[in-house]
């Protein structure tokens, strides 16, 4: 895998198995690390908003039955009560990370309650009950993201103000000239969005048709 231009750019040259991770067993004995990988357990929350943490793999995954159902504190996500916080993340699909590159992963995770419902939040249970339900059938899904880049703030607070809005409060020009278009007056932070999203899906192994700018 090419580098990615950061410190995990170290680890490249180093051999990491394949097969499902050991847990603490195959990292315990362990003097040092160079042949471990890192998965990126990504999920969502009440809100719909992602979120992730870190786990430290004895072994490189090359499916989810290599990985660890994994666990998280719930309360601070909306997604359970704080009395009986823990929340499971049960892995449903891997990816090639295109952050840190090399060995290491990213990894789409489920939510489940302790009792193994599904979290606050997790849609994708009901989806797929549907899905097995007319597995039969062969559903094609047409997926347009768009995204909008807003203005830094505070810690803590959501920003209520799109990039590159005018700083006086005064209203911007019609969205016309903005639609694929080109030009410091029209693609303000363009190039962040519109580099980032093919370079990253590329190495992930996921397809990306087009970018309307």
């Known amino acids: ?28 004995p362990k003097d040092e690390y160079t042949d471990c990988c890192v ?12 979120r992730s943490k870190t786990k430290t793999l004895s072994k490189k995954p090359y499916d989810v039955d290599c990985l ?15 009395d009986n916080s ?3 993340l049960v892995p449903r699909a891997i990816f090639r990370d295109p952050f840190r590159g090399g060995d290491n992963v990213m990894v789409l995770a489920e ?24 597995a ?8 347009e993201q768009e995204y909008t880049l807003m203005k830094s703030t505070k810690v803590g607070e959501s920003s209520t103000e799109p990039f590159g809005f005018n700083a006086d409060g005064s209203e911007p020009a019609p969205q016309g000239p903005y639609y694929c278009g080109a030009g410091t007056g029209n693609s303000i932070g363009r190039e962040s969005p519109m580099s980032t999203t ?4 590329s190495p992930a192994s996921r ?3 087009s970018t309307p700018k």
Request: hydrophobic share 35%; net charge negative.
């Open 1 to 28: 895998m090419p580098a990615v231009g950061n410190s995990w750019d170290l680890l490249s040259g180093f051999d990491v198995k394949s097969g499902k991770d050991e847990g603490g067993k195959g990292l315990g």
């Open 39 to 50: 998965a990126e357990y990504v999920w969502v929350d009440a809100a719909g908003v992602p």
């Open 68 to 82: 660890p159902v994994w666990n998280f504190d719930g309360s601070s996500t909306e997604q359970s009560p704080g």
């Open 86 to 88: 823990d929340v499971y």
């Open 111 to 134: 939510c489940y309650s302790y009792e193994m419902e599904p979290a606050i939040g997790n849609s994708r249970a009901a989806c797929a009950a549907v899905m097995e339900q007319y």
């Open 136 to 143: 039969s059938m062969d559903p094609w899904f047409g997926i």
């Open 198 to 201: 093919p370079s990253a899906c």
């Open 207 to 209: 397809s990306l048709v």
